[in-house]
Structure formats: structure tokens, C-alpha cells
């Protein structure tokens, strides 16, 4: 008669096997989960998806995006200047100023998206409001997206801006462009939003960093949408960058983990 015990710790073996690889899955659904709850919320990088154009309207490529783009400044494309938002300088469009077109602009605003008055007809942006209250041209440079760099770099560039006084405006979001060189970093949403920054030279005074150079698989890579990452040198907010950004990887456990310390 044969023994068969010798059989009975394979098995046992295979069980415990079995009850590990099963208790890691579970492990690893459970993280997984619990990593697109927290990219829903914002608290977990998520790769940004392309953006979708307005009906009417043509999304560019990203080999378009290189020719059209501002070589300094990133956006708005100097070829909507004269159109659309924009005056022939780059200011938005004002009833108020065009009112009084034959005075000098007593003022000048720069900033983002506050400064421009996203969301609102020209004549309800604030600058325009001043005008009126002031009953002087406030000329409006404010451009949506931008950090303090863009903005300063704008004032910089705007010659003809003869105005007196001149308003910087600051909003809490600008502490994190100002220390970024990709916008679309910072959005769900990818506008090929690549922009200048200063850095902190080794004297201590600020060097400017101009707008990165990338080919299209190139910035693909920098924003998670193809491997292997390509990290852009300075950018605080890629995936295990200065910033702590962690991008949902398997495997899910290690990446819960590193997105709670």
C-alpha cells in the first residue's frame, strides 16, 4: 500500500500560495480604487486629456502649436492679436478705453485670468469697471493661465505701454506656474500650455529659463501620455518631481503609499 502523506504539504504550500496571491490582489483593487477616487478629487496626478475644440473651432496640433505659439511667452498666439479678445497690443478688448481712444491710458493691469475677467463680457471685466469709475483708459494686459513670470515678462515686452501706474495682480494658483515650465501639469485638461520661469541662479539673483523646447513625443512623455517619462529639467510638478506628484502605477499599494507621505 502506497503513502500519500508526503503530498499533503504540497498542498498546503500551494493553499497558502494561493490565500497570499489572492490577499495581494485584493490589496491592490482596493488601492487602485482608492487611487481614482483621490485623482477625482485632485489629490492623485492625473494625465491631462487632449483638449476638445468649441463647435466651430479647430484644436491645433502640436506640430501647428510650434509655429503659431508666442516664442517668449507661450500664449496667447500673437495671430489673435487684432481679433477675437485681443487688441491690435495685446490688451482686451475695452468699451471703456475705445470710448476715450484719444487719451492716454492712465493705467495698465497684468496678471491671469483674474486680471482679464474670464467668464465675462469685456465690459464687465474689472479693468473695464475702473475705467469707467476713474473715467480714464485702464489698459488690460491680463492673459488666462498665466503665472507672475509670464506676466512680468509681458510688462517687460510691452513698450508701448506708457501708462503711470501699473497694477500687478497676485492670486494664491500663481505660486504654483511660477514654479513650473509646463501648465498642462497643473490641468486636467492638455492645451499645450509649455512656459518660462526664473530659477534662482547660484549668485541669488533670478535667471530666466525660456519657454522648453520639445518634440511632440517629447512633451508626450513629460505629461505621462507615453513611456518611458521624460523629465523636464527644473519642473517641480512631473510625477516624482521636487513637488511629491505621484502618477498611479502598478504597482498600486507602493503608489497609495507614496501619495500619503
Known amino acids: ?7 499533503k504539504p504540497i498542498y498546503k504550500k500551494l493553499y497558502y500560495l494561493l490565500y497570499i496571491l489572492f490577499l495581494f490582489l485584493l490589496i491592490e483593487a482596493f488601492s487602485f480604487g482608492l487611487g481614482l477616487f483621490w485623482k477625482s478629487q485632485g489629490k492623485m496626478y ?29 500664449w496667447p498666439p500673437p495671430h489673435s492679436y ?12 475695452s468699451p471703456a478705453c475705445q470710448k476715450r481712444s484719444e487719451a ?11 486680471t482679464f475677467g474670464s467668464e465675462v463680457g469685456d465690459d464687465a471685466a474689472w479693468g473695464d469697471i475702473l475705467s469707467e469709475n476713474i473715467d480714464c483708459c485702464v489698459k488690460n494686459y491680463g492673459v488666462p493661465g498665466y503665472g507672475n513670470d509670464q506676466a512680468y515678462l509681458r ?15 497676485f492670486m494664491s494658483e500663481n505660486i504654483l506656474r511660477n514654479i513650473s515650465r509646463n501648465f498642462d501639469l497643473l490641468s486636467p485638461i492638455s492645451s499645450y500650455g ?16 525660456p519657454l522648453p523646447n520639445l518634440t511632440e513625443e517629447e512633451y508626450l512623455r513629460t505629461i505621462g501620455l507615453k513611456s518611458p517619462p521624460l523629465t523636464l529639467p527644473h519642473e517641480s510638478f512631473q510625477p516624482g518631481g521636487a513637488a511629491g506628484v505621484v502618477q498611479l502605477r502598478f504597482p498600486f499599494t507602493l503608489s497609495v503609499i507614496k501619495n500619503l507621505q
Open 104 to 114: 492716454a491710458p492712465c493705467m495698465s493691469i497684468y496678471g491671469d485670468s483674474f
Open 155 to 169: 510688462y517687460v515686452r510691452q513698450q508701448d505701454d506708457n501708462a503711470e501706474i501699473v497694477i500687478f495682480s
Open 46 to 74: 492625473q494625465v491631462p486629456v487632449p483638449l476638445v475644440a468649441e463647435p466651430g473651432d479647430q484644436v491645433p496640433t502640436y506640430a501647428e502649436y510650434l509655429t503659431i505659439r508666442d516664442p517668449e511667452l507661450g
Open 82 to 93: 487684432g481679433r477675437e479678445e485681443y487688441e491690435r497690443d495685446g490688451s482686451r478688448i
Open 1 to 7: 500500500m502506497k503513502n500519500n502523506t508526503p503530498a
Open 194 to 209: 509649455l512656459k518660462p520661469r526664473f530659477v534662482r541662479g547660484d549668485d541669488g539673483s533670478l535667471q530666466l529659463l
